[in-house]
Structure formats: C-alpha cells, structure tokens
C-alpha cells in the first residue's frame, strides 16, 4: 500500500520530455553519472528502447536529482527523485542513496521487478562486466563490502551515538549511555574509509539494506 502511494507521487512529478537526443557517456562522468537501458515492447509489437540517465552527484540528496528518461534516443520525460515513470506494462522505479542508485528497475503491474541494464561504459556497466567475467571474484567483492558494513554497524554507530545521549534533554528522558567500543582515531579513519568504499561498490550493484547501507549514509 506505501509502495503504491509513493509511486502515486513520484508519477505525478513526471514532466513531458523535450525530445533533445541522448548525449553519449563519457570516461570522465564514470564517478557521477549513471545510464541504464530497457527494451520493452509497444502493444502492436514494435520495439521500444528506453533509457533512464541520472546525474548523482548534482545534489547530495535524492531530492534535488533528477532522473531524465529517454525513449528511441530522446528526451521523454524527467522526475525529481523518487521517480517512478509510466512505461508500457509497469513502471520504472528510480531511486538513489547517498553513493549512486540504491533502484533502477523494471516493475510490471503484476508486480514483478526487473533491473535496468546497466550502460557497458559506465561504473556499473563495469561492475556489471566483472561479475559476468569473473563471478567468483564478483562475489567475494560482494561479500567483503556487506562484511565491511556489518563491522562498521557494530563498531561506529556505538561511538557516534553514545554523545548524543550528553545532551541534556536526552540525558534526561534516557540517561546517558557509554560506548562499549572505543577505537584510536586512526583507526576509526580507516574504518570510515572502508565503509565509504564498501558502500559505493553496493551502490554499483544496486544493492540496499535499510541497515548496512542506511547506517552508512
């Protein structure tokens, strides 16, 4: 029922396109621009190619990005995000966290969620070549990031939270709390840097969790 009313939204954001050509991607815009592709098909049977292309890192949040979607090579129609745009079939569902796409996929109205091809030039194009070149490679990549966020679940959130709890209004409602992890400064440098590479190799994938992800952002 969220879903649906949150799409709800996102649809009624979606402007008309200006039908200006699709730019091609370049090497330079690998750390800020994603291009995923779907083809679809028209009801008479004539095949439809949409694109979606998102800036990033135009804004720090999904709130001031835009999603711009292009049918045939041109300007269809753009969404500030969350976007969800109406296609033949379902719809395309855009969001991002705060290190690339967190969701790019294909959802039919029976429900069914297909992810959008990613561009072969772009980042998650990249990613997407290891994983199909070297897959077991590609998994423990996978599995070293989620294991760099689960440590840094268990070992950050306890020192960034216990300050909070000095303040004198939550002192007050809570008491205060003492972390049980105190780590050197450098340490903790380490660790952070990690969870941003950990989290922006997630974001390459597309994947997500409220959690490991939600904690790094």
């Not at 990613?118 to 997407?128: F, H, L, V």
Request: glycine share 8%; charged share 20%; hydrophobic share 45%.
């Amino acid at each position: 029922m969220f879903d649906k009313w949150r799409n709800d939204r996102a649809v009624r954001r979606v402007t008309p396109g200006d039908g200006r050509p699709l730019k091609r991607f370049r090497r330079w815009q690998l750390p800020f621009r994603a291009l995923l592709h779907l083809r679809l098909q028209e009801h008479d049977g004539r095949p439809l190619a949409y694109t979606v292309d998102v800036m990033h890192w135009q804004g720090m949040g999904s709130d001031k990005v835009t999603a711009d979607l292009y049918l045939d090579g041109h300007h269809h129609a753009a969404c500030r995000l969350p976007a969800a745009f109406p296609v033949p079939g379902g719809l395309v569902e855009v969001r991002m966290s705060g290190f690339g796409l967190r969701r790019c996929h294909y959802v039919t109205h029976a429900g069914s969620a297909h992810q959008l091809t990613p561009d072969p030039r772009s980042a998650e194009g990249r990613r997407a070549r290891l994983e199909r070149a070297h897959p077991a490679l590609s998994r423990y990549v996978g599995y070293a990031s989620a294991a760099v966020l689960t440590v840094s679940v268990l070992l950050l959130v306890p020192q960034l939270v216990a300050p909070f709890t000095e303040i004198e209004p939550v002192a007050e409602h809570l008491g205060t709390r003492v972390s049980p992890v105190r780590l050197p400064v450098w340490l903790n440098a380490g660790l952070v840097l990690a969870t941003l590479a950990a989290s922006m190799e997630r974001a390459l994938r597309l994947r997500y969790h409220w959690l490991l992800d939600g904690a790094a952002n």
